[in-house]
């Protein structure tokens, strides 16, 4: 349930600890309340779609695609090994707003069918909701038709905005009262792979006379073994993709210059992170929602709090539940709800240790418009136990510290850890309550726009 009063709890352990960050809001807390003495933090989520994190320059990749990122990551708190529950937007997106793992939360959006889809239950408590609490309005724009309100993602939002992929987000007449959640859902580099001049043809060979476009259904024919791209074909995609995220990073900036020509970066969390990545042939395909390599669920994670004065690198691993409980014990907002990550201020304060506990990262995917797919992953101590039941029952144990692109697989090889993480997977699960399912049915609009973006057939 959630706490109606507006005070917020204070939390003497951050006190306790020596870094130059604790000191500076432990002092605030002490001496203030948020909402009665001092404006209580406002708060911004860029959520880019489809973004791998291993193909973003400030994460070493061999291409500049993300200049202006890269700069806001150098002035933030950038958490290098961040992961997603699920390489699908709904599954994922959902686990941000509810600190839930998919099978908790329920949204699998397993697609099974035409006609309906899975949506987020009213009875999940959201992100949004937990503000609304505590006083503040939320406005959604998202560009994304799988997150929109119909889908129960507008739940505790003042205003939620759905454009069509394609459309240009923009907040420079969107009114904004603090303190304000504010949450935008950039829809590049989600295919198709058609970023607008000047950022056509940065990369792709101009020479080139393939069968490639980066169309959506083309995709999915490479996915379908339809069509099988030589190493040509599969650099020129590549390609593609990598000038979607520049397109990105170009409206990233614009919407820095915004932010900040509205006054209204000065009070304010703005955190950049992805709902899952992309398969560029890493593991001979393409797409997403079809597996769980690293490819899929490694994405990026930057958080910038004004009150956090020194830019920092975390590498330890972090899960998507932890963002929600970092959030609220950033804002000084509470909540006596079930949270199934836990707060990372303890590695912003420079304390070593692993975040994720004994339970590691656990992902899973289901069934899929284009190929049937069910697998679940967990990654704990540096080794990845990938199971799946289709396209046919198996197991993958890759470990991931000295084979980070998942080549050899070890199951057969080193069967007593496969089993050791098959032990801890079967724990984790059914530490982890199950949700009821709640779909809607669609509508003939949806179902078309649904099926451009490939997601049913
Ligand atoms: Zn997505």
Known sequence: MLQKKKSHRLRPKVAAIGSRFALALAGAWLL???????????????LVDTLRA???SYHGYGRQ?????????GESLTFLNHYAHASRTGPSVASLFTGLYPRSHGVLNPLEARDAKGILSEEQTTLAEILASHGYSSHGIVTNVNVSSRFGFGQGFASYTSLERGSRIDIADLELAPPFFLYLHYMEPHSPYNAPEPFRSVWIDPDYEGPVTGRHRQLDHIVAGELVPNAEDQSQLTALYDQEIRYFDYQFAKLLETLESRA?????????????GEELFDHGSVLHGYTLYEEQLHVPFILRDPRIE???????????????????????????????GRSLVPQINGEAGDPTGDSGVFAQTRL??????KSRSLLADGWKLIVSDLPEPGHELYHIPTDPEEQHNLATSNTAMAVKMRRRMRDLIQSLPLATEEQVDLTNEEKEELRSLGYIR
């Open 368 to 373: 899929n418009a284009v190929k049937k797919v």
């Open 32 to 46: 203030l309340t948020c909402g009665i003495d001092k404006p209580c933090p406002n708060l911004i989520i860029v």
């Open 310 to 340: 020194n830019p920092m690198r975390v590498s330890a691993i972090t899960r998507q539940v932890d963002v929600l409980p970092t959030l609220l014990e950033l804002m000084g907002v509470s909540y006596d709800g079930t949270l199934q």
């Open 65 to 73: 695609t993300s200049p202006h990122l890269d700069r806001f990551a």
């Open 54 to 56: 291993d193909h973003l």
């Open 264 to 276: 209204l970066l000065d009070n304010t969390i703005l955190l950049v992170t992805a709902d899952h």
